[in-house]
């Protein structure tokens, strides 16, 4: 992982809180503790940041690889604090605390803050060994992480080029369906359903170097749950929307995108909600530029909606159909991060990664969603999305 991060906003924090070091105890599945040590590993290890760099520890199967891997200044093993011999005296959770308050003194600190998901017994238990630990609420390293470097944004691509890739697949087999007498969508003689649909996409995406835990292939009525990931048969004269989220395997960025489908004429109400989605979409993207609020990006989509009479949760906050989501959220090492395009998002940044993703939805009509993945540029926006917008499937 080559993130050239720059830590001076958390070192910030570290000198007004008065602590001495910032410490992560974790895998390499919580994204602060990837981003800071630049190294994954299934099982926890411990990143601590202090004023002089960013140090390491690690287990003794993990050593090599992290000193090869790792954005560190410095890579600890266990076994030069005994862990093993303190396991064996004391049980394995005291031996790992004095291994850690080892580690910590070997570092001169004394004093640490923690992230708001560091675990309870970790923190009690350096407590007790003398150690001053403080939650640091703010979530400074998400924020730190929102902005993304050049290399970054270029893993975000790749990742992006992949999703496209399983997208055109998944259009493929819809355009290319033949059409049972009762409207179902056939493929090979076999109905054509969602579940054959993920598999393509996850077939593609592998291939691509890219994984995901799920995805959404969603007709008609399950459509207008905008997280319902779909069953069964795929049906013509339906909305059918395909939200794909991958992950890159080595590098971990994700990427986001999802297009609305129908094979055959959906009927005139589901035609016009697909424009008006398009005309939203393509509003809320015109709108994003440095120095705009997530805020002020997600008004510009409500009031596209509201203008065409359909409801939104800011027209009315119980509303249960109509745009009933967010506009938009930053995507990275996790799917949703900062900046969030929403009614309390903040201001936008050059760097800053995130969605346009306007929908309408009611389970008599299906749902529609339309989303990109753009960046914040120093002057407006570039779309990483190469991947054209249209509710007809493109012909086989």
Known sequence: ??????????????????????????????????????????????????????????????YGRAQSEAAADSVTRRAAYDYQELVGQYGPYEGKLRTIAAFLEDHGVDSIAVPR?????????????????TVESKGVVEEIRASKTPWER????????????????????????EVADDGTLLADGEALTSERVKEAIEVTLLRHGCGL???????????????DRGSGP??????????????????????????????????????????????AYEAALEAVEPGVTGGAVHDVVCD???????????SDPTTETGFIHSTGHGVGLDIHEQPSVSPAGGELEAGHVLTIEPGIYD?????VRIEDLVVVTEDGVENLTDYRVALDPRSS
């Open 213 to 227: 835990d799920d995805t959404i292939v969603a007709c008609g009525a399950d459509g207008s749950d905008p997280h």
């Open 304 to 314: 596209v909606i509201e203008g065409a009479g359909y409801e939104t949760l800011r």
């Open 117 to 133: 998901t560091f675990p309870t017994g970790t923190a009690d238990g350096l407590r007790e060994h003398g150690l001053e630990v």
């Open 363 to 367: 389970p008599a009509v299906g749902g």
């Open 1 to 62: 992982m080559n993130v050239d991060v720059d830590l001076s906003p958390l070192r910030a924090t570290l000198e007004d809180a008065g602590v001495d070091g910032y410490l992560i105890d974790d895998d390499a599945s919580d994204s602060d503790q990837r981003y800071l040590s630049g190294f994954t590993a299934p099982d926890s290890y411990q990143t601590l940041v202090t004023g002089d760099g960013i140090h390491l520890l690690v287990s003794g199967l993990e």
């Open 154 to 177: 270029d893993q975000i691509r790749r990742t992006q080029k992949a999703n496209e890739a399983a997208m055109a697949r998944a259009e493929e087999l819809i355009a290319a369906a």
């Open 234 to 279: 795929l049906r013509a004269e339906e909305l059918i929307v395909i939200d794909i989220f991958p992950r890159d395997t080595e590098t971990g960025y994700f990427a986001d995108m999802t297009r609305t489908f129908a094979r055959g004429d959906p009927g005139e109400e589901a035609r016009r909600r697909y424009e008006v989605t398009k005309e």
